[in-house]
C-alpha cells in the first residue's frame, strides 16, 4: 500500500511548513488527488491516522479534493471528461491522449497554529 508512504511524506511536508511559519501543530492538511494518480482515497485517510500518531499533525483533520480525468480534443477544441478507461471524444468521436487533468497529487492547504 504506497499509500502509507505518501501520506508519510505529506505530513512530513506540512509540519515543516507548520514549524517554518512558528507554529508547533497542524490543524488540517488538504491534498488534492486526481482519479489517475493511482490513490486510493480512503486507504490514504486510513494511512494519514496511523502516520500522524505521535507527531504535530497528530489528530488534525484530513481532506481532499478528488480531480477527475479531463481530456482535450484536438479536432473539436474542447475539453472533455472521459466515460471510461477509452479516451474518445463525446461530440467528435476522435481519440485523445491529451490528458489535462487528473494526475495531480498536491498539498494544496495547511493549516497549523
Known sequence: MHEVGIA??????AIEHAVGAGAGRVLKIKLRIGALSGVVPEALEF????????????????????????????????DFEPDGYVYECPDCGAFSWDVRAGKELDLVTVEAE
Not at 500522524?52 to 479531463?70: D, H, K, N
Request: charged share 25%; hydrophobic share 40%.
Open 47 to 78: 494511512a494519514f491516522e496511523v502516520v500522524t500518531q505521535g507527531t504535530a499533525a497528530e489528530g488534525a483533520q484530513f481532506e481532499y479534493e478528488w480531480v477527475p480525468v479531463l481530456c482535450h480534443c484536438s479536432p473539436c477544441d474542447k
Open 8 to 13: 508519510k511524506e505529506a505530513v512530513d511536508a
